[in-house]
């Protein structure tokens, strides 16, 4: 049973470390076309991250881009 729980953390471990990763990303906005900040990476759009370069991490997926 330990050796089950060791693998299972294992592999939670390495697929969080794997999602968590996503870029490069680059800060995007329009705002005369009422498109605020942005995050455009290689795999898509994401919302702003909180660290002092807003899209190093990004934040959530948005499952769309403005553009």
């Given amino acids: ?4 729980i060791s693998i299972a953390i ?6 969080v470390v794997t999602l ?5 990303c680059y800060n995007a906005a329009d ?3 009422g498109v605020g900040n942005y995050c455009q990476c290689e795999d898509g ?3 702003p991250g ?4 807003d899209c ?3 934040g959530v ?5 403005p553009y």
């Fill in 10 to 15: 294992a592999m939670l471990s390495l697929s």
């Fill in 61 to 65: 997926a948005l499952g769309f881009c």
């Fill in 1 to 4: 049973m330990k050796n089950v």
């Fill in 20 to 24: 968590a990763y996503v870029g490069p």
């Fill in 56 to 58: 190093a991490p990004p």
């Fill in 50 to 53: 909180t660290g002092a370069n």
């Fill in 31 to 33: 705002p005369d076309a």
């Fill in 45 to 47: 759009c994401y919302a």
